[in-house]
T-cell receptor, first 114, second 118 residues
Framework: DSGVTQTPKHLITATGQRVTLRCSPR?????VYWYQQSLDQGLQFLIQ???????AKGNILERFSAQQFPDLHSELNLSSLELGDSALYFC?????????????FGNGTRLTVT | AQSVAQPEDQVNVAEGNPLTVKCTYS??????LFWYVQYPNRGLQFLLK??????LVKGSYGFEAEFNKSQTSFHLKKPSALVSDSALYFC????????????????FGSGTRLQVQP
């Protein structure tokens, strides 16, 4: 068990809808990362937060947004959903924003857009 | 921009034989390199990392990786494969501190499925 908790495990919704994915990092970890894993795109970095502030941004669509709250949990909001957004969304955490720190991944949220 | 390539979609090996999963990278400056493993319906698990120092890095579950700067490679190895090693393996690279904000996070390879036959 990595100590990173993601909810829900599965989410099925329709095109055009909006969903929120939640992540609780390992105790003491200040950095939270969001990744999208799909069959055709592989594992894509979306965004990173460190202690409540956005630290790095990757291939995140404008329809997607995220935030990290004072208790360090993070939420990823996906809106105007399209079929192509169906994927496994992972949250990962690390103690700091240091490059030496390995990431600890949650088990993911599987999103299916119908 | 940083990138990492895993040239093999799948590697098949018999139990007890040595295994190698290949990874090559491209990054400005000194690379920070990682291997992760993903079991079905699970998140990625950290195996080992290379930051600096000895080119042979030892990690979890008997895995090791060899950093080769001239060949820009970081191949994952294990002397004797187990059936339980069957999983999806990802190589990843993180840019050094002086790279601009957009490239600080891990960039993952496409993954290599390791199948160990009994």
């Amino acid at each position: 068990d990595s100590g990173v908790t993601q909810t829900p495990k599965h989410l099925i919704t329709a095109t055009g809808q909006r969903v929120t994915l939640r992540c609780s990092p390992r105790s003491g970890d200040l950095s939270v990362y969001w990744y999208q894993q799909s069959l055709d795109q592989g594992l894509q970095f979306l965004i990173q937060y460190y202690n409540g502030e956005e630290r790095a941004k990757g291939n995140i669509l404008e329809r997607f947004s995220a935030q990290q709250f004072p208790d360090l949990h993070s939420e990823l909001n996906l809106s105007s959903l399209e079929l192509g957004d169906s994927a496994l969304y992972f949250c990962a955490s690390s103690p700091s924003s240091s490059y030496n720190s390995p990431l600890h991944f949650g088990n993911g949220t599987r999103l299916t857009v119908t | 921009a940083q990138s990492v390539a895993q040239p093999e979609d799948q590697v098949n090996v018999a139990e007890g034989n040595p295994l190698t999963v290949k990874c090559t990278y491209s990054v400005s400056g000194n690379p920070y390199l990682f291997w992760y493993v993903q079991y079905p319906n699970r998140g990625l698990q950290f195996l080992l990392k290379y930051i600096t120092g000895d080119n042979l890095v030892k990690g979890s579950y008997g895995f090791e990786a060899e950093f080769n700067k001239s060949q820009t490679s970081f191949h994952l190895k294990k002397p004797s494969a187990l059936v339980s090693d069957s999983a999806l393996y990802f190589c990843a690279v993180r840019g050094p501190r002086y790279v601009d904000t957009g490239r600080r996070a891990l960039t993952f390879g496409s993954g290599t499925r390791l199948q160990v036959q009994p």
